[in-house]
């Protein structure tokens, strides 16, 4: 609370404000002015405090305003020790409760010795005014008092302490959320999101991804340097971005990778489903409304568009012949108008284009099963800067595995599975479902011997596979010879019905004399 000189002045100050108001009206209007100028040149120095107010909408749209909720998160953390009035909340998993003031409350802060005052103040607006757009009839703001002597520090350094450390509780106390992407057709009305969300919460971290350690501590480090790298990447004049593509067979962990990467760094989840995206233009306004600190996911690259193949398509369509069938046409039609026609220029614009420097701090991840089909321009360094390859699960992955699904370390059986695992390609998602215990009665012992038989079968199984390929290749090269054989046979028949032809019409082909009678 203020002191008692502070207490003084502020009486002072409402009986001049009491006087003004009586009086006021008494003036002619074209004095008021001037007594309304130097009546506020009095209040000045009688009252020498700033006020600074922070409404919490703000904006064209009264979107809430991003300071408001910096300052309301700052104060919850000094609002516990110095108010007497909370309001309480419950976030994260409904495990941590956090209090803030009550309206009208007055907190007290110091910042490097000065003394300032921060009041949540409440308006209710009485007339009610016709908008399209719901907007509250409550209007609260939080109002900063300080002595006019510390203007410099309080108006500069204290509001970007009060920012910072707001930010950073907010990015504590939040619930993270997995974003995708709305068809544009519910973009605008009332209800306008560009994202739906719900609440992020897998569990996948990298302690139960199963990989080769090494690599697991490579992918970490690097998420580490990325995220203290603001610095680093102001520096060397880069967008504080980093591109990840994630590839290999179905089942191998790419998006339980996405999933430990967005909790390993603490950051929300855009997924973004590139077909619902008519046009280039929607796709920058996706990116613009992403938040930073998040990871913006394409899964399957190469199934999401045909980025590699759409030029092709179009020359193919060009040359197609003019579809007769009215019905048919108008299917034909509506099936090109729902195509996206997001490009691959759109898409790397969306990468690295100037507006995806916006904000920074974003992962930005591609997943597919055919790096081989995507186009290079797409895939090279500098766009996704750290290529990931997941495979099929080696010895190393499966002891992660069961660890997480059985609690073992080791086991005798393990040197057998070692050995078939070696000989085989199975995901880890086919083991892990085979590891997992189906019922109260399956041991340690029965889950790895399920794994053991399953391991068999593919084993089995790739044999007589490679067996009927090597047969097929084995029928194609015979047959190939057949036929090269059969061709060379009929070019020289082909030759010696030729000879013949000409030795019965008397030609010859070194000179039209010979064999001819000069007579
Ligand atoms: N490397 C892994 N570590 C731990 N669990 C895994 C791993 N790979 C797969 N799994 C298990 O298999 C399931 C499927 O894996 P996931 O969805 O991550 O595969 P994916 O590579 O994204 O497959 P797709 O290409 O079909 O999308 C997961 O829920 C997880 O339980
Ligand atoms: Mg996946």
Redesign the pocket.
Known sequence: MMGMGEVGTNFGLASLMVVWAIFKDHFPYRLRGHIQKYFQKLVRFVYPYIEITFQELAGERLKRSEAFSAIQNYLSTKASSQASRFKADVVKDSKSLVLTMDDHEEIPDEFEGVKVWWVLNKHVNESRSISYYPVSDEKRSFKLSFHKRHRELITGPYIEHVMSEGKAVSTKNRQRKLYSNNPSKHWYGWKRTKWSHVFFEHP?TFD????ETKKKEEIKNDLKKFRQGKEYYTKIGKAWKRGYLLY??????????IAAIANFLDYDVYDLELTTVMDNTELRNLLIETSSKSVIVI??IDCSLDLTGQRVKKKEKDGDEEETDPIKKKEKEESENKDSKVTLSGLLNFIDGLWSACGGERIIVF?T?HVDKLDPALIRRGRMDKHIE?SYCCFE?FK??AN?YLDIDSHELYAKIECLLGETNM???DV?ENLMPKSDEEDVETCLNCLIEALEEVKKEEARKKAEEEEARLKAEKEEKEKAESAQESVKVDENSANSVVKENGFHKEGDTVGVDSN
Do not use: C, F, H, I
């Open positions: 996948s139960t991804l199963a990989m290999g067979p179905p089942g191998t962990g790419k998006s339980s990778m899964e399957d997943t099963n997941l992955a992660v595995l997480n995901t880890p998602a892990a």
